[in-house]
């Protein structure tokens, strides 16, 4: 049996951007046109949430205020520090480096551009969740590898599960946590309240 729930987290990938179409690593960018379209499109979906944070990154920004949404910068939010490959295309950067890409994308503890390793990255997206400061239902605004790392971390998987989550461009994932551990619920588009999704889940059975 588990314990009664303590926290409801709702991870939202911000809107699309010309770095992620690109397949390219993130600069501080703005969120593109469609990214923009979008993120208006969910304006009143999270109007009942207690609390509202998002990575201080511009593209994250700009998302919330598309959407409407008033929300608190939390730098424990920010997307992975990809060091010099930043702004570089990761078939190029694959093209002139195959052997660093490698070890990046093989070994956790790897920083061969530089920057946040991914399991630093982890490390840091799980102390953020484990601290008890954040009152829900909360919706956090954020990057597709925060998203990794938060799922990584609720359903206790090793740091090679990374790499095998996705979060595309204003997809959420549904976090809980009770007295004991963190749990994972199945993502879906947002319906305009909360109120209107824990209906939902209940008629789910």
């Known amino acids: 049996m588990t314990g009664r729930t303590r926290l409801i987290l709702l991870l939202l990938c911000h809107a699309s951007t010309n770095a992620q179409r690109t397949a390219a690593f993130p600069l501080d960018e703005p969120i593109d046109a469609t990214g923009h379209a979008s993120a208006t499109a969910l304006g009143g979906a999270f109007s009942s949430m207690r609390a509202i944070v998002c990575s201080p990154a511009r593209r994250a920004l700009e998302t919330?205020?598309?959407?409407?949404?008033?929300?608190?910068?939390?730098?424990?939010?920010?997307?992975?520090?990809?060091?010099?490959?930043?702004?570089?295309?990761?078939?190029?950067?694959?093209?002139?480096?195959?052997?660093a890409v490698e070890q990046w994308l093989t070994d956790p503890e790897a920083a061969p551009h530089g920057g946040e390793s991914i399991a630093a990255l982890l490390r840091r997206v799980a102390e953020w969740m484990d601290d008890d400061a954040l009152v829900g239902p909360a919706l956090a605004i954020t990057h597709a590898?925060?998203?990794?790392?938060?799922?990584?971390?609720?359903?206790?998987?090793?740091?090679?599960?990374?790499?095998?989550i996705d979060a595309s461009p204003l997809s959420a994932v549904e976090l809980r946590r009770n007295e004991r551990r963190w749990s994972f619920h199945a993502s879906r588009p947002p319906p305009r309240t909360f109120e209107e999704r824990e209906l939902a889940s209940s008629r789910c059975g």
């Open 145 to 164: 590898s925060v998203i990794r790392a938060a799922v990584v971390h609720a359903i206790g998987a090793s740091a090679n599960a990374f790499w095998r």
């Open 64 to 99: 919330a205020a598309a959407a409407g949404l008033t929300a608190r910068p939390e730098p424990a939010l920010r997307d992975c520090d990809y060091g010099r490959w930043a702004g570089g295309k990761l078939t190029d950067i694959a093209r002139g480096e195959p052997a």
